[in-house]
């Protein structure tokens, strides 16, 4: 049977997380100028979310969470997407949420108390060390190089980007530990505590959007020294490991995105039916009308998109090109929905007013990270012509595997 229905408990905690982010997260935000995050007012918000019992939602009981899953969160993190501190008030903001599953999964007991216990009690702050200036959509170029020496590893290479460095406690970092088979198989991850010598954070580095904590930053790696307990997960391990945090974690920023546009069309539809021009509400002309119907269709496909790859990873099926196609769908998606309410707003839209000159730039980024719009349709585009292929001249399975 096919139900869209919403199970009770999730619509109420839907509908409590967003009550929280429209009552009390989104006024603190509107008190803090861009960028400036203010550490006393995010603790109180946070201890909030731990009263009302929303606490680190995507997490299970025993690492304090509420153990929803990804079809859970995929409603929850529409309701945080309309505010860009929301999802670190419930401590499920990026990467720290990416962190916190692929540590759940990979990590040993002991990794697991001394690196995800904190991090899900959000004293510490984390991030995820894989992109280099010369290795960026193309993971095969990496060229950080981890070389064992007796027990220990010893880690040199140059990482660009990584979101939150500054000020995080430990990185996740990818390195080659064998160059001589292929890249998919060469790599591992290690955890690198950041008073470990040789863990340089160079700067951040200065980007269009909004200021995230910690930043996007150029890191060196000088001869890292430690032990091979460190290494996450088994030994070439370290794409494989990446690839299944990035899938969900994909789609967690899909599932922010829509909350955004969905904020982003709200305000516009609202200017429409308050602005006069040329004796009518601008809510009265076709053109107005237009956009604003593009927009609810690019944001009805864009939820269907999350909600049905959420489901299949929440069923354990194979999801990865549907979340490809909801990554490259949603992220473009967000783009044309904030571009048409700017439009609809005229210069009130693009004035600071407004947090739409905000979204825009925020937007911006998502074509790139997570993998750009161009290398998801390389793979899509492999998939649909394996699909013809394989399954005489269908490409059904390609596009969604609905029948
Ligand atoms: C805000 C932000 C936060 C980030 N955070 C992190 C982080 O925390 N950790 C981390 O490891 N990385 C992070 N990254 C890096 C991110 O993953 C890379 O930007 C991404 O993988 C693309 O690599 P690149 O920027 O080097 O682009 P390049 O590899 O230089 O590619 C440039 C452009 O070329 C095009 N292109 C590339 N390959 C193809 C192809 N096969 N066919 C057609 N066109 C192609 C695309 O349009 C692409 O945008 C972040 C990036 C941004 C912007």
């Given at each position: 049977?096919?139900?869209f ?10 509908t ?5 982010v429209?009552?009390?997260?989104l ?13 006393e ?21 025993e ?7 990804p079809?859970?969160?995929a ?65 095969a170029?990496?060229?950080?190089r ?65 200021h ?77 009308q ?17 909600l ?18 909801a990554k ?7 783009d044309?929905?904030v ?20 979204f ?9 990270y ?34």
């Amino acid at each position: 049977m096919i139900d869209f229905t919403i199970p009770p408990d999730l619509d109420d905690l839907r509908t409590r997380v967003a009550t929280f982010v429209r009552e009390e997260i989104l006024p603190a935000e509107e008190r803090m100028p861009e960028g400036h995050l203010d550490e006393e007012a995010l603790a109180q918000l946070r201890q909030r979310a731990r009263d009302l019992k929303l606490w680190a939602p995507h997490l299970p009981p025993e690492w304090g969470g509420l153990g929803v899953g990804p079809l859970g969160m995929a409603l929850i993190s529409q309701e945080l997407g309309v505010s860009a501190i929301a999802p670190l008030v419930l401590n499920c903001s990026a990467p720290d949420e990416g962190n916190m599953h692929l540590l759940e999964k990979a990590a040993t007991h002991e990794q697991k108390e001394r690196y995800l216990r904190p991090l899900a009690a959000a004293e510490v702050r984390s991030c995820f060390a894989m992109t280099e200036q010369a290795s960026g959509a193309d993971a095969a170029g990496l060229k950080s190089r981890a070389v064992r020496d007796g027990d220990n590893w010893i880690i040199n290479g140059e990482k660009w980007f990584i979101t939150g460095a500054a000020g995080a406690a430990f990185a996740i970092v990818v390195a080659v530990t064998n160059p001589d088979v292929a890249p998919q198989k060469g790599m591992s991850l290690f955890l690198v505590d950041a008073d470990t010598p040789g863990w340089e954070v160079v700067r951040e580095i200065p980007v269009m959007g909004t200021h995230s904590p910690g930043g996007h930053c150029e890191v060196r790696l000088n001869n890292i020294t430690i032990p091979a307990s460190q290494m996450l997960g088994a030994e070439g391990q370290g794409f494989a490991l990446a690839q299944i945090r990035l899938g969900p974690a994909r789609l967690a920023h899909c599932m922010r995105w829509i909350g955004m546009a969905q904020r982003a069309l709200d305000i516009a539809t609202a200017r429409a039916r308050t602005r006069k021009t040329f004796g009518a509400p601008l809510a009265e002309r076709q053109a107005i009308q237009w956009m604003l119907a593009d927009s609810a269709m690019d944001l009805y496909a864009a939820r269907l998109m999350v909600l049905h790859s959420a489901w299949l990873i929440e069923q354990d099926r194979p999801y990865r090109q549907e979340v490809s196609m909801a990554k490259v769908y949603v992220a473009e998606a967000l783009d044309r929905i904030v571009d048409r309410a700017i439009q609809v707003c005229g210069s009130l839209g693009y004035s600071t007013d407004l947090p739409l000159e905000r979204f825009y730039r925020d937007a911006r980024a998502a074509r790139i990270y997570d993998g750009p719009s161009e290398v998801h349709r390389m793979v899509i585009a492999r998939n649909v012509l394996k699909a013809s292929k394989d399954e005489d001249g269908s490409t059904k399975s390609a596009c969604g595997g609905l029948a």
